[in-house]
């Protein structure tokens, strides 16, 4: 048996609680860009409500430029 086939093996014997918990693990240690970018996005998304005075009808010809 293969090492990956091993792998396979145990992966499959994981409940759903401990695959979600793998897929964290993975996804921490080679995905650290995706998480980063992930968690921009939720900090822009956060701060867009400060910026709302800005939407009004005069200021809107500036969307455009």
Do not use: H, R
């Not at 409940?15 to 964290?24: E, H, W």
């Amino acid at each position: 048996m293969t090492d990956k086939e091993a792998l396979i093996k145990m992966i499959e014997k994981l409940d759903a609680k401990k695959i979600t918990a793998l897929k964290n693990l993975i996804e921490t240690l080679f995905l650290p860009e995706e998480k980063e970018k992930k968690e921009a996005l939720g900090f822009l998304k956060l701060s867009e409500t400060s910026f709302s005075d800005w939407d009004n009808e005069e200021d809107d010809v500036y969307n455009d430029l």
